[in-house]
């Protein structure tokens, strides 16, 4: 029987990079993984050019939004992935055998809309056959 992994995305803010990577990975490992986002000093929203990309990709859903780690640590994950290095250093302790691993990636947070284009790009292909490769 397979069991759906819940892996976690943690960033700073939790409205750009998390975000679309939690999109990412619930669209393309949607049977398989089940992705939250949050982030270790919430901003509250979503980035607009994010929601953009998402929705440019038909990826993207109303129950993405920006939350505190804080609301999450109640949940058992198998992975927890930071995508920036001030969530790298700030990352909260899981209990039992979660893996938690670190892949950056520019915050396209304040730059133009390509710049999330790219960040979307360099998500889906890094950190989507890394996340599959550690279940496999």
Known sequence: LFMTKNVLVLCTGNSCRSIIAEALINSKFGDQFKAYSSGVDASGKVNPNAKKVLQFNNIWRDEYYSKNIKSLLHNDFDLVVTVCDNAKKTCPIFPGNTKVIHMGFDDPDGKNYE???????????RLLPLVKSIFE
């Open 115 to 125: 710049a999330f284009e790219l960040c979307f790009e360099q998500i889906k292909n």
